[in-house]
């Protein structure tokens, strides 16, 4: 079965510290995607990362960076210099690619909070 | 770019009522995918449809229906609402090529469903 855990419900920092944010993954596939959203308290889903179970290089986009390692099952999201705005619920997910249009399986999401 | 649509953003509705919720793929993208997300909870995936026919099942209440039409916008059916139902409807879009990797799928901005 899929599972994602996100073992961390709710982290508060200061602005300007770096922050992980923690994510495993189940799955008996070989072939999978992870993925990395966030929901503003505005309530979207915004699209940060997608990662392929065969690209195992880590990620960087701005202060954005990920850590994905298949020894762990783990696709850590790092954020670097935080800024208020980076307030928001992040979610990691999973979708295995037994066919084209499977469904996307959610963690249950950190609540992210970063302090003036 | 354009993205997915959705309508209504936002619905209110009592107890025993129906409500239809409408999504409009991104041009071109023919597979629609539509999630329940309940009051602090992770999105969950009720159904999804590809070239008009259902390709995957979810926890989809009985209660619930939903249907992608020649233009590839979907609509969610749901009769008979419960307290529960309250909650924010996601529909994604992705386009599913004949050979290739999965496609990304784009989620729409979300409908807010409150059952008085």
């Known amino acids: 079965a899929q599972k994602v855990t996100q073992a961390q419900t709710e982290i508060s920092v200061v602005e300007k510290e770096d922050v992980t944010l923690d994510c495993v993954y189940e799955?008996?596939?070989?072939?999978?995607?992870l993925f990395w959203y966030k929901q503003p308290p505005s309530g979207e889903l915004v699209f940060l990362i997608r990662?392929?179970?065969?690209?195992?290089q880590n990620e960087i986009s701005g202060r954005y960076s990920w850590n994905f390692q298949k020894s762990t099952s783990s696709f850590n999201f790092t954020i670097t210099a935080s800024q208020v705005v980076d307030s928001a619920v992040y979610f990691c997910?999973?979708?295995?690619?037994?066919?084209?249009?499977?469904?996307?399986?959610f963690g249950k999401g950190t609540r992210l909070h970063i302090l003036p | 770019a354009a993205g997915v649509i959705q309508s209504p953003r936002h619905l209110i509705k009592e107890k025993r009522e129906t409500a239809t919720l409408k999504c409009y793929p991104i041009?071109?993208?023919?597979?629609v995918y539509w999630y329940q997300q309940g009051p602090g909870q992770d999105p969950q995936f009720l159904i999804s449809?590809?070239?008009?026919?259902?390709?995957d099942k979810g926890s989809i209440p009985d209660r619930f229906s939903a249907q992608q039409f020649s233009d590839y916008h979907s609509e969610l059916n749901m009769s008979s609402l419960e307290l529960g139902d309250s909650a924010l409807y996601f529909c994604?879009?992705?386009?599913?090529?004949?050979?290739?990797?999965?496609?990304?799928?784009?989620f729409g901005p979300g409908t807010r469903l409150l059952v008085l």
């Open positions: 990662r392929n179970s065969f690209d195992e």
């Open positions: 994604a879009s992705s386009l599913e090529m004949a050979s290739g990797p999965q496609e990304t799928q784009y």
């Open positions: 449809f590809y070239e008009k026919m259902q390709s």
């Open positions: 997910a999973l979708s295995e690619a037994r066919s084209r249009d499977d469904k996307i399986i």
């Open positions: 799955t008996r596939d070989t072939t999978y995607y």
């Open positions: 041009p071109r993208h023919d597979t």
